[in-house]
């Protein structure tokens, strides 16, 4: 398809496993986003790849949490020893490029529904 | 990381019904953005205001953006049921290249 692709849509997991979840940009999009949306907290930025590398990895939140992206085009973000508040909708977008000041447009996945039991 | 608020929370109005949803900071904005997003699906862009006192229209929606680019506002005509869905408004700070989002207004309209 042309859009962002996530999977698996939805994911149930008991408490302490692991997950991976995975996003397919729109071809050619060089930059990668992961949020997360949960109630009451709203949508939640982690972490941008530019490319393969991410400058910046403040947003994530537990060292529990890492993300790493190959090729220039798949992205993992994989949760280890997971807790219950890691609950949430995980949503992936993709840019052209980098997105300042609204200058290019972030097109967003349908997102991993993930819940720890 | 500069907060967003958005009001109402939570709307729901009769199709044929006019409304405006809100969002405020109390910092500046260097741009901002309106998505709207339908369950199980992500968000949609729906425009990018820049300027302060812009006003931009897409079809039935009017969003402006305040003078001193503190706030901004989305104008529905009409309101259809196709337009149901959370109304989110984000930005991206000067340099920034994530997308700090608002907690949104969740529209309800009844047939």
């Known amino acids: 398809g042309a859009g962002v692709s996530q999977s698996p849509s939805n994911k149930v997991t008991e408490k302490g496993k692991d997950v991976e979840l995975r996003c397919d940009p729109i071809?050619?999009?060089?930059?990668l986003y992961w949020y997360r949306q949960s109630l009451g907290q709203g949508l939640e930025f982690l972490i941008y790849?530019?490319?393969?590398?991410?400058?910046?990895k403040s947003g994530l939140p537990s060292d529990r949490f890492s993300a790493e992206r190959t090729g220039g085009s798949v992205s993992t973000l994989t949760i280890q020893r997971t807790q219950q508040e890691d609950s949430a909708v995980y949503l992936c977008?993709?840019?052209?490029?980098?997105?300042?000041?609204?200058?290019?447009?972030?097109?967003f996945g349908p997102g991993t529904r993930l819940t720890v039991t | 990381t500069q907060l967003l608020e958005q009001s109402p929370q939570f709307l729901s109005i009769q199709e044929g019904e006019n409304l405006t949803v809100y969002c405020n900071s109390s910092?500046?904005?260097?741009?901002l953005q309106w998505y709207r997003q339908e369950p199980g699906e992500g968000p949609v862009l729906l425009v990018t205001v820049v300027t302060g006192g812009e006003v931009k229209k897409l079809k039935r929606l009017t969003f402006q953006f305040g003078d001193a680019r503190k706030d901004s506002s989305l104008h529905i005509t009409a309101a259809q049921t196709g337009d149901t869905g959370l109304y989110l408004c984000?930005?991206?700070?000067?340099?920034?290249?994530?997308?700090?989002f608002g907690k949104g207004t969740k529209l309800s309209v009844i047939p």
């Open positions: 071809s050619g999009h060089t930059a």
């Open positions: 977008a993709s840019s052209l490029a980098l997105a300042g000041q609204g200058a290019y447009e972030q097109y």
């Open positions: 790849f530019q490319g393969n590398s991410a400058p910046d």
């Open positions: 910092s500046v904005f260097s741009s």
């Open positions: 984000a930005t991206a700070g000067a340099g920034s290249y994530q997308l700090t």
